[in-house]
C-alpha cells in the first residue's frame, strides 16, 4: 500500500506540473512583485476571455499601462528571450493555436492584437528603442505561434499518460485491497474453524466426564 501510495503521489504532482505548464500561470510570489493584480487574468485561456481583455486594453489606458509595468518582471537577458516569454506569460498554448502572426492558413491574426501594442512598449521601454525594430519582435512571436500546436499536443498527450498511469496505479490499489481483504477473510475463517473445533472438543470433554459421572 505504501509503494501505490508513493506512486499515487508522484502521478498527482506530475499531473499538477503539467497543468502548470498548460497555462503557464503567473506565480503568486511573481505576482507580489508587481503594483497591481493585473497578471492575475494571464495567461489568457480562451477566446472570450482574449475579446474582453482586447476591448479592456483599447479602453482603459490605465489598464494598459498597469500591464506594460507588470509584464516587465519577465524581461530577459536579449530582445528575442523576453519576447519568447512575453508569449509564454500571455497566452495559452491552446489558444496561441488558433493564431498566425498575420493570420495565414485561415488563423486569427495576432499583429491585429493590442497585445503586440504592450509586448512592443514592455521590449522598448527596458531594451534601447533605437536598436529595437518590429523584425526583433514580431520574428520570435511567429516562431513561437508557429510552434504553438506541437506543444498543445504535448501537453494534451503527458496529460493523457499520467492519467493512464494513474488509472493504472489505481486498479492496482483496488486488487491489493482485494487480495488483503481476501487473506482477512481467509485468516478469519480460520479462526473460527478453531474456535468452533475448540468448542466442540469442550463440549465433548464435558460429555464425557458427565458420562463418568
Known amino acids: 500500500m ?25 506565480t503568486d510570489k511573481e505576482i507580489e512583485n508587481t503594483e497591481s493584480q493585473t497578471l492575475k487574468a494571464y495567461p489568457i485561456l480562451t477566446e472570450d476571455d482574449l475579446i474582453k481583455e482586447e476591448r479592456r486594453l483599447s479602453t482603459d489606458i490605465l489598464h494598459k499601462n498597469n500591464l506594460i509595468k507588470d509584464l516587465g518582471i519577465f524581461v530577459q537577458a536579449d530582445v528575442k528571450s523576453t519576447v519568447l516569454k512575453l508569449m509564454q506569460e500571455i497566452m495559452s498554448n491552446a489558444l496561441a493555436s488558433n493564431y498566425s502572426f498575420h493570420g495565414a492558413h485561415k488563423k486569427k491574426a495576432f499583429d ?6 504592450v509586448i512592443s512598449s514592455v521590449v522598448r521601454c527596458r ?9 526583433h519582435i514580431s520574428d520570435p512571436i511567429k516562431s513561437w505561434l508557429r510552434h504553438a500546436p506541437a506543444r498543445f499536443s504535448r501537453e494534451q498527450k503527458k496529460i493523457t499518460h499520467v492519467a493512464n498511469d494513474l488509472e493504472i496505479v489505481a486498479e492496482d490499489e483496488i486488487n491489493e485491497v482485494d487480495n488483503e481483504n481476501q487473506v482477512n477473510t481467509v485468516a478469519n475463517n480460520a479462526a473460527d474453524k478453531n474456535i468452533n473445533e475448540k468448542i ?8 464425557d466426564e458427565k458420562k463418568s459421572k
Open 127 to 135: 531594451f534601447t528603442k533605437s536598436l529595437v525594430t518590429n523584425k
Open 2 to 26: 505504501a509503494n501505490i501510495d508513493l506512486k499515487i503521489d508522484t502521478l498527482i504532482a506530475e499531473m499538477r506540473n503539467v497543468t502548470k505548464l498548460m497555462t503557464t500561470k503567473t
Open 200 to 207: 466442540v472438543d469442550e463440549n465433548l470433554l464435558n460429555s
Open 112 to 117: 491585429k492584437l493590442k497585445l503586440l501594442d
